[in-house]
């Protein structure tokens, strides 16, 4: 528990403004960042330009440019992280897609693997755009799926992040998960 109460004060110093407790705080926290990275990438295709490292160091990039964030505790910041991951693999999804439909290239013949990874990058944008419609039918639906998914959090880690408690967690995410399965006709 000491650790965790040693993450809380570091994100309590990058509140206050001390920017060095950010350089203390990713040693602390980077075996999760790289857990996080590589539960994301596991439905990436197998020749993703990104490893879970490069992924993690993406995401730090950004997370250090977040130097207004009022972080709440732990869990909030490994949920930021999630989402930030998400949104790099989504962007990156996006650039490969605009390749793929011209990109001002000359046109190829695709092989099977790239058709593959045609897919998964497919399959990424619609996950992506079913959480936009989700987010606009409810917000805290979309919050819980994007912190269970994409954060790899508990249902008590999402209560407490959210402010709310363990039951609504659960109501939300059986409601959000339902609502996803029907739009992409699989299982999420």
Request: aromatic share 4%.
């Amino acid at each position: 528990m000491a650790r965790q109460e040693q993450t809380t004060d570091l994100l309590e110093a990058l509140v206050a403004g001390d920017a060095s407790a950010m350089e203390q705080l990713m040693p602390m926290v980077y075996d999760e960042l790289h857990q996080l990275a590589q539960r994301h990438l596991v439905h990436e295709r197998n020749n993703h330009t990104l490893n879970a490292t490069a992924l993690v160091h993406e995401a730090y990039i950004k997370l250090v440019k977040l130097d207004r964030m009022q972080w709440q505790n732990r869990a909030h910041f490994l949920a930021i992280a999630a989402r930030i991951m998400r949104q790099i693999l989504i962007n990156y999804a996006l650039k490969r897609n605009a390749i793929k439909r011209g990109g001002g290239a000359p046109n190829v013949t695709l092989n099977e693997s790239l058709v593959m990874s045609k897919q998964r990058a497919e399959m990424v944008l619609a996950l992506d755009e079913a959480l936009d419609r989700l987010k606009a039918l409810s917000e805290r639906q979309h919050q819980v799926v994007e912190y269970r998914i994409f954060g790899g959090m508990t249902v008590e880690e999402t209560a407490e992040v959210m402010g709310i408690s363990p039951a609504t967690v659960k109501r939300d995410w059986t409601g959000a998960r339902a609502w996803l399965n029907r739009e992409l006709g699989e299982e999420v």
